[in-house]
């Protein structure tokens, strides 16, 4: 097992149904065994230029393609079963139910015989550290051990070539440890080729030693990371790479007015057929205008906590009020829900429920009985503050994902309400929209509307939030 | 910038199944498995239906699968393969048909695709579609009237007019309504591995 | 993993029936049912069916459970012929028929794991394993869909639509939801069908198999009772008068 070479002879390519090309006259070499990071701004063309090293980009009906791709001397669609490839989402990876059957997935495919098989699933069970047996299901394993189990499903076939596409970003901090320290042992153990796409940079500088950045479809920087990074940090971060060393400003103390927009009295949570609460009683009330950060490991209950305070999940005992109507805010209808609080949830698609950007921004007010010219006003005015007035006509589900973070912020204000409640708003999105989304917020709480977010995210939380409230198997931790 | 394009053959051959046809049709026939299963316990399937032609209206629903799915990969044999699927998945869930479904499956997928066989494959558009659930209908009533005999009590009169509903109700619900399905889908831009998704202008 | 709700497979390796012999026994049971509708041939058969079932790893309880949707569709069958027209006769012996129709099938459903089940249809019968694993990989997404439509749910609720209290607008809230869930689910089997070639699934490689289905006697034996239980009741069926030939 050793490490493929890499070569890119003004390589471009250009999907079915576009004009521009993706990637054009690209040339690069990686020697055996390199470790690569690629960056770029979205539609920079490093996905392009991954998936084409991964040799998926074939066939008139993808697109077309200039110039040669090489892995190991021979086309990257011929080479592709020397590949392996490592998505984001780790539930779309694993394709059995199994663990061990899982990883002797990609063996089974290639016609490797049986009594190999499974010395082979153990060896990359071992190579990636993966910590349970044959035996265990996959569908009680968390994020990060899926990733790695996936890896290990990608290592079982002897691959030269590794291709991470963004393996961490649907992690926590836990998890893409997890999937960080798999990573960096399996290269250590097989010596092979990687090349990595990722936003969080600063914690796989350990295990890089090229940066490649791409902008517009062509090279833009090439070197050691310390290169690069010195030389184009301001390029860099334009195009939304978190560039290392980039110190994010606290919020600054504000005074708060004391007006309430919620108030939690003892709520508590119990998941059905559950023994113990999720969350137990807790008491808090949010004031106009702050903007609280709900934090914790995973297991700690702040999903569950800001789902009592956006009225979708209902509390065991205790209940939540906003000061508009007596009914706890659980009982509420939903269209008067809607008058009290919004919420922002983890997936924007989840939320989608018209077929232009602008039915779903003028949805929530003709729901609250607004006037049609008043709605229509509203929306306009959000589509231009979030710079989507382009794509008004464009069918939600098409948006990048930075525009769809966007526009489901936006639908959650387009009935202005008090309240909002945001699960994980930044999750895996670049600098940018972390920037644009964070800037957004921070109007909106400039304005008098209260905030409340459950977030993984220190910077983002130290950057936002007024107040924190960290918690711990079910109760907010002293 | 000299560009190459892969080119098939010029040759036309039947298209081959891609893993994403058979792993997509599989999972929207397990959807529809599971719709099914819920749709004979629905208040309006227990109270109405038993009364023909409108048993066979709300029986038309079991027909969705097939249509749905040939619409999205356009391939052949996708009729017969997601209304089995479906009629597999909705049995294991637990019906009270048993695996009489499996036939049921058989029969109605094959109705459906022998619409989508007779233009060759190569017709997608609406009319096509009609005909399809027609003919899954047609289908379903054949079984379950006379091979399985569930309404071995009911008159000719009243059998026939549930051959009539179901065709009827079958290209409305498994025609009209699978390819307007599958078109809002082609919309939000999902089906973009497909040809069915691929209707867009130059951006 | 089994879908019959709630019930976990036990997964025993060895000892147990191979998938295709519960398949085999299935349709080996549907023939002659499928040629006569008279209540004797399927009486024997449902007799024999409920005494080997708890034999063959299907407990009463697990019988119950699996087996109460047939009784409630034979309710629905009875009330149907009986409102419509009155006239009852012949509905046992198709009653008698659609249990005995059932009972493999629900043997089959209970005892069997997916994966062994795909194995088997790959190994013993040379079923294209491209939509045997295809599809078998697809049913794992089935879960995740169902997780997806509670967060679903929230969502709609938060953006302020709810359910009202007109059929209308319940079939528009579901409609939408089922819209979504179609939505993610292809998205799924997308990303899911490009995890799956790059593994090596569209090799043209001849694959392998980590798992070998085998064959015991214990399959012959149960194929070949299934056999001779058809055959006796078919006899009995005839020589009582009872056989009545459907198409004739």
Same mark, same amino acid.
């Given at each position: 097992?050793?490490?493929?070479?890499?070569?890119?002879?003004?390589?471009?390519?250009?999907?079915?149904?576009?004009?521009?090309?993706?990637?054009?006259?690209?040339?690069?070499?990686?020697?055996?065994?390199?470790?690569?990071?690629?960056?770029?701004?979205?539609?920079?063309?490093?996905?392009?230029?991954?998936?084409?090293?991964?040799?998926?980009?074939?066939?008139?009906?993808?697109?077309?393609?200039?110039?040669?791709?090489?892995?190991?001397?021979?086309?990257?669609?011929?080479?592709?079963?020397?590949?392996?490839?490592?998505?984001?989402?780790?539930?779309?990876?694993?394709?059995?139910?199994?663990?061990?059957?899982?990883?002797?997935?990609?063996?089974?495919?290639?016609?490797?015989?049986?009594?190999?098989?499974?010395?082979?699933?153990?060896?990359?069970?071992?190579?990636?550290?993966?910590?349970?047996?044959?035996?265990?299901?996959?569908?009680?394993?968390?994020?990060?051990?899926?990733?790695?189990?996936?890896?290990?499903?990608?290592?079982?076939?002897?691959?030269?070539?590794?291709?991470?596409?963004?393996?961490?970003?649907?992690?926590?901090?836990?998890?893409?440890?997890?999937?960080?320290?798999?990573?960096?042992?399996?290269?250590?153990?097989?010596?092979?080729?990687?090349?990595?796409?990722?936003?969080?940079?600063?914690?796989?500088?350990?295990?890089?030693?090229?940066?490649?950045?791409?902008?517009?479809?062509?090279?833009?920087?090439?070197?050691?990371?310390?290169?690069?990074?010195?030389?184009?940090?301001?390029?860099?971060?334009?195009?939304?790479?978190?560039?290392?060393?980039?110190?994010?400003?606290?919020?600054?103390?504000?005074?708060?007015?004391?007006?309430?927009?919620?108030?939690?009295?003892?709520?508590?949570?119990?998941?059905?057929?559950?023994?113990?609460?999720?969350?137990?009683?807790?008491?808090?009330?949010?004031?106009?205008?702050?903007?609280?950060?709900?934090?914790?490991?995973?297991?700690?209950?702040?999903?569950?906590?800001?789902?009592?305070?956006?009225?979708?999940?209902?509390?065991?005992?205790?209940?939540?009020?906003?000061?508009?109507?007596?009914?706890?805010?659980?009982?509420?209808?939903?269209?008067?829900?809607?008058?009290?609080?919004?919420?922002?949830?983890?997936?924007?698609?989840?939320?989608?429920?018209?077929?232009?950007?602008?039915?779903?921004?003028?949805?929530?007010?003709?729901?609250?009985?607004?006037?049609?010219?008043?709605?229509?006003?509203?929306?306009?005015?959000?589509?231009?503050?979030?710079?989507?007035?382009?794509?008004?006509?464009?069918?939600?589900?098409?948006?990048?994902?930075?525009?769809?973070?966007?526009?489901?912020?936006?639908?959650?204000?387009?009935?202005?309400?008090?309240?909002?409640?945001?699960?994980?708003?930044?999750?895996?999105?670049?600098?940018?929209?972390?920037?644009?989304?964070?800037?957004?917020?921070?109007?909106?709480?400039?304005?008098?509307?209260?905030?409340?977010?459950?977030?993984?995210?220190?910077?983002?939380?130290?950057?936002?939030?007024?107040?924190?409230?960290?918690?711990?198997?079910?109760?907010?931790?002293? | 910038?000299?560009?190459?394009?892969?080119?098939?053959?010029?040759?036309?051959?039947?298209?081959?199944?891609?893993?994403?046809?058979?792993?997509?049709?599989?999972?929207?026939?397990?959807?529809?498995?599971?719709?099914?299963?819920?749709?004979?316990?629905?208040?309006?399937?227990?109270?109405?239906?038993?009364?023909?032609?409108? @048993?066979? %209206? =709300?029986?038309?629903?079991?027909?969705?699968?097939? *249509? #749905?799915?040939? /619409?999205?990969?356009?391939?052949? +044999? &996708?009729?017969?393969?997601?209304?089995?699927?479906?009629?597999?998945?909705?049995?294991?869930?637990?019906?009270?048909?048993?695996?009489?479904?499996?036939?049921?499956?058989?029969?109605?997928?094959?109705?459906?695709?022998? @619409?989508? %066989? =007779?233009?060759?494959?190569?017709?997608?558009?609406? *009319? #096509?579609?009609? /005909?399809?659930?027609?003919?899954? +209908? &047609?289908?379903?009533?054949?079984?379950?009237?006379?091979?399985?005999?569930?309404?071995?009590?009911?008159?000719?009169?009243?059998?026939?007019?549930?051959?009539?509903?179901?065709?009827?109700?079958?290209?409305?619900?498994?025609?009209? %309504?699978?390819?307007?399905?599958?078109?809002?889908?082609?919309?939000?831009?999902? /089906?973009?591995?497909?040809?069915? +998704?691929?209707?867009?202008?130059?951006? | 993993?089994?879908?019959?709700?709630?019930?976990?497979?036990?997964?025993?390796?060895?000892?147990?029936?191979?998938?295709?012999?519960?398949?085999?026994?299935?349709?080996?049971?549907?023939?002659?049912?499928?040629?006569?509708?008279?209540?004797?041939?399927?009486?024997?058969?449902?007799?024999?069916?409920?005494?080997?079932?708890?034999?063959?790893?299907?407990?009463?309880?697990?019988?119950?459970?699996?087996?109460?949707?047939?009784?409630?569709?034979?309710?629905?069958?009875?009330?149907?012929?009986?409102?419509?027209?009155?006239?009852?006769?012949?509905?046992?012996?198709?009653?008698?028929?659609?249990?005995?129709?059932?009972?493999?099938?629900?043997?089959?459903?209970?005892?069997?794991?997916?994966?062994?089940?795909?194995?088997?249809?790959?190994?013993?019968?040379?079923?294209?394993?491209?939509?045997?694993?295809?599809?078998?990989?697809?049913?794992?997404?089935?879960?995740?869909?169902?997780?997806?439509?509670?967060?679903?749910?929230?969502?709609?609720?938060?953006?302020?639509?709810?359910?009202?209290?007109?059929?209308?607008?319940?079939?528009?809230?579901?409609?939408?939801?089922?819209?979504?869930?179609?939505?993610?689910?292809?998205?799924?089997?997308?990303?899911?069908?490009?995890?799956?070639?790059?593994?090596?699934?569209?090799?043209?490689?001849?694959?392998?198999?980590?798992?070998?289905?085998?064959?015991?006697?214990?399959?012959?034996?149960?194929?070949?009772?299934?056999?001779?239980?058809?055959?006796?009741?078919?006899?009995?069926?005839?020589?009582?008068?009872?056989?009545?030939?459907?198409?004739?």
């Amino acid at each position: 097992m050793s490490g493929a070479t890499l070569l890119a002879r003004r390589w471009g390519w250009r999907y079915a149904g576009r004009r521009a090309w993706a990637v054009g006259n690209l040339d690069l070499t990686v020697p055996a065994g390199q470790r690569v990071l690629l960056l770029g701004a979205s539609g920079s063309g490093k996905s392009t230029l991954l998936v084409g090293l991964g040799g998926l980009l074939h066939g008139q009906e993808s697109g077309q393609a200039a110039g040669e791709l090489l892995v190991d001397g021979v086309p990257a669609y011929e080479a592709r079963h020397r590949t392996g490839f490592l998505l984001q989402d780790p539930d779309s990876q694993l394709v059995m139910s199994r663990s061990g059957d899982d990883v002797a997935f990609g063996p089974e495919c290639h016609g490797v015989p049986p009594d190999q098989i499974w010395p082979r699933v153990d060896e990359a069970m071992d190579a990636v550290g993966f910590g349970y047996g044959r035996d265990r299901p996959t569908a009680a394993l968390s994020g990060g051990e899926k990733q790695r189990l996936a890896l290990a499903g990608q290592l079982a076939n002897r691959p030269g070539l590794l291709l991470l596409d963004e393996p961490t970003a649907n992690l926590d901090p836990e998890g893409a440890a997890l999937v960080r320290e798999a990573v960096a042992a399996a290269v250590a153990a097989t010596a092979s080729t990687l090349v990595v796409v990722e936003h969080r940079v600063e914690e796989w500088l350990p295990i890089i030693d090229r940066v490649v950045v791409l902008g517009d479809g062509e090279l833009v920087a090439d070197g050691p990371p310390d290169e690069v990074f010195g030389r184009h940090r301001d390029a860099l971060e334009r195009m939304g790479v978190w560039v290392p060393g980039t110190v994010v400003r606290a919020a600054a103390p504000r005074t708060v007015a004391t007006t309430p927009v919620l108030r939690a009295d003892a709520v508590s949570y119990r998941h059905r057929g559950a023994l113990f609460d999720a969350v137990r009683a807790t008491t808090l009330s949010l004031r106009a205008g702050e903007a609280l950060a709900v934090v914790g490991p995973n297991g700690s209950g702040k999903t569950t906590l800001a789902m009592m305070l956006a009225g979708l999940a209902r509390p065991r005992t205790g209940s939540v009020l906003a000061p508009d109507a007596n009914r706890p805010l659980h009982r509420r209808r939903p269209a008067s829900l809607v008058r009290a609080v919004g919420t922002v949830f983890q997936q924007p698609e989840h939320q989608f429920v018209r077929s232009t950007v602008r039915d779903e921004l003028v949805q929530a007010p003709k729901r609250l009985g607004w006037s049609a010219e008043r709605s229509a006003a509203r929306a306009d005015d959000l589509l231009d503050r979030l710079g989507l007035t382009v794509l008004a006509e464009a069918n939600p589900f098409t948006l990048s994902g930075g525009q769809q973070r966007r526009l489901s912020v936006a639908t959650a204000l387009s009935g202005a309400p008090p309240a909002l409640v945001l699960d994980e708003p930044t999750f895996g999105q670049d600098a940018r929209t972390w920037r644009e989304l964070l800037r957004l917020l921070e109007e909106v709480r400039d304005a008098g509307t209260a905030l409340v977010t459950v977030s993984h995210d220190r910077a983002f939380v130290t950057a936002l939030a007024d107040r924190v409230l960290p918690m711990a198997d079910g109760m907010v931790a002293a | 910038m000299t560009a190459t394009s892969h080119s098939a053959p010029a040759v036309a051959r039947i298209p081959r199944w891609r893993t994403v046809d058979i792993v997509v049709t599989s999972v929207v026939a397990a959807m529809f498995g599971a719709l099914y299963w819920a749709w004979q316990y629905m208040p309006i399937t227990q109270m109405f239906g038993f009364f023909p032609p409108f @048993a066979a %209206l =709300l029986n038309t629903v079991w027909l969705m699968a097939g *249509p #749905v799915g040939a /619409l999205i990969v356009r391939k052949p +044999g &996708a009729a017969i393969y997601t209304e089995m699927v479906a009629a597999l998945f909705e049995a294991l869930i637990g019906t009270h048909w048993g695996t009489s479904v499996l036939v049921y499956g058989l029969v109605e997928g094959a109705g459906a695709e022998l @619409a989508f %066989l =007779l233009f060759a494959y190569r017709v997608w558009r609406l *009319p #096509v579609a009609l /005909l399809s659930g027609a003919l899954a +209908g &047609a289908a379903m009533a054949l079984l379950d009237v006379w091979i399985y005999r569930y309404y071995t009590g009911w008159s000719l009169g009243y059998q026939l007019s549930y051959l009539a509903a179901a065709v009827a109700g079958g290209a409305i619900v498994a025609g009209a %309504l699978s390819w307007y399905l599958v078109r809002a889908m082609a919309a939000t831009g999902v /089906l973009a591995p497909f040809a069915s +998704g691929r209707r867009q202008r130059l951006i | 993993m089994t879908l019959v709700l709630g019930a976990p497979v036990v997964r025993r390796r060895g000892g147990t029936l191979n998938p295709t012999s519960k398949v085999l026994a299935m349709a080996v049971v549907a023939v002659p049912l499928f040629l006569s509708t008279d209540a004797v041939t399927s009486g024997i058969m449902v007799a024999v069916e409920l005494v080997a079932l708890p034999l063959l790893g299907v407990g009463p309880r697990m019988l119950g459970r699996a087996g109460a949707p047939i009784l409630f569709g034979l309710a629905g069958i009875w009330l149907a012929n009986w409102i419509v027209s009155g006239n009852l006769s012949g509905l046992v012996a198709v009653s008698l028929r659609l249990v005995a129709l059932g009972l493999p099938g629900l043997l089959l459903v209970v005892t069997t794991d997916p994966v062994d089940l795909a194995d088997a249809l790959v190994q013993r019968w040379h079923v294209s394993p491209r939509f045997a694993y295809g599809a078998l990989a697809a049913l794992r997404l089935i879960p995740l869909l169902i997780d997806e439509v509670q967060t679903m749910r929230r969502a709609r609720r938060a953006r302020g639509i709810g359910a009202g209290w007109t059929p209308v607008s319940w079939a528009r809230l579901t409609g939408g939801l089922l819209f979504g869930m179609l939505v993610q689910a292809i998205r799924r089997g997308v990303r899911l069908a490009a995890a799956m070639d790059s593994r090596g699934f569209d090799s043209a490689a001849e694959r392998t198999f980590a798992r070998q289905s085998t064959v015991t006697w214990r399959d012959h034996l149960f194929v070949l009772a299934t056999a001779i239980v058809v055959a006796v009741a078919v006899a009995v069926s005839m020589a009582t008068g009872h056989w009545h030939l459907l198409f004739s």
